[in-house]
């Protein structure tokens, strides 16, 4: 179970590789956000080491997954105006039953991006 993400670069039309993301504990009383990770995406665009969160380290509560969009379309060499119209992508969500599998991905592009709970 536990906590995934995947990342696919709609522009080029292929995983996102080499991106960076940063995963949080995010919380509502207004203490800042916890990093608990930075990794780079491998080659299908996903965690070289599996889920970001094993089922041990997976609780109730708000995550903030942070992703490298504007670095990465740089390094593919992509003109971006400066500032890039999506630079750092953050999205937060809660986990509300940690027993349940959670993954997370992103379809990306210098102009837009899409989300949703995947399985």
Same mark, same amino acid.
Not at 29 to 48: C, E, M
Not at 62 to 87: H, Q, S
């Given at each position: 179970?536990?906590? *995934?993400? &995947?990342? $696919?670069?709609?522009?080029?039309?292929?995983?996102?590789?080499?991106? #960076?993301? #940063?995963?949080?504990?995010? *919380? #509502?009383?207004?203490?800042?956000?916890? $990093?608990?990770?930075?990794?780079?995406?491998?080659?299908?665009?996903?965690?070289?080491?599996?889920?970001?969160?094993?089922? #041990?380290? =997976? &609780?109730?509560?708000? !995550?903030?997954?942070? =992703?490298? /969009?504007?670095? !990465?379309?740089?390094?593919?060499?992509?003109?971006?105006?400066?500032?890039?119209? $999506?630079?750092? /992508?953050?999205?937060?969500?809660? /986990?509300?039953?940690?027993?349940? &599998?959670?993954?997370?991905?992103?379809? /990306? *592009?210098?102009? *837009?991006?899409?989300?949703?709970?995947?399985?």
């Amino acid at each position: 179970m536990g906590l *995934s993400t &995947h990342v $696919l670069d709609t522009m080029h039309g292929t995983p996102a590789a080499g991106m #960076a993301v #940063a995963l949080y504990a995010t *919380s #509502a009383d207004g203490t800042p956000p916890r $990093l608990l990770r930075r990794i780079v995406l491998n080659a299908d665009g996903r965690n070289p080491d599996g889920p970001l969160l094993d089922n #041990a380290s =997976f &609780h109730r509560g708000t !995550y903030r997954l942070c =992703f490298a /969009v504007g670095d !990465y379309f740089r390094a593919r060499g992509v003109a971006l105006p400066e500032p890039p119209f $999506l630079d750092v /992508v953050t999205l937060d969500f809660g /986990v509300a039953d940690p027993g349940q &599998h959670y993954h997370v991905p992103l379809l /990306v *592009s210098p102009w *837009s991006h899409a989300t949703y709970r995947g399985s």
